[in-house]
């Protein structure tokens, strides 16, 4: 409710916010499946990946 009043006042179209909202849930989403999948920062090697992230192997998806 307290969102839909925000959106009503501003102006904005509630379509326009809702493309950002999706947009910025997705970004965070994506950055942090490709932080978990990266290098590990010193002293971070040993730690293990929460379960939900999934496993990406680049090697397998490389062109020769």
Known sequence: MMFTLA???S????SFVLVYVVGFIAAISIGSIAWYNSK???GWENKDKPGFVPKVNANENEAD
């Not at 102006?11 to 509630?14: E, N």
Request: net charge positive; glycine share 20%.
């Open 11 to 14: 102006g904005l179209p509630s």
């Open 40 to 42: 590990r920062p010193p």
């Open 7 to 9: 959106v009503a006042g």
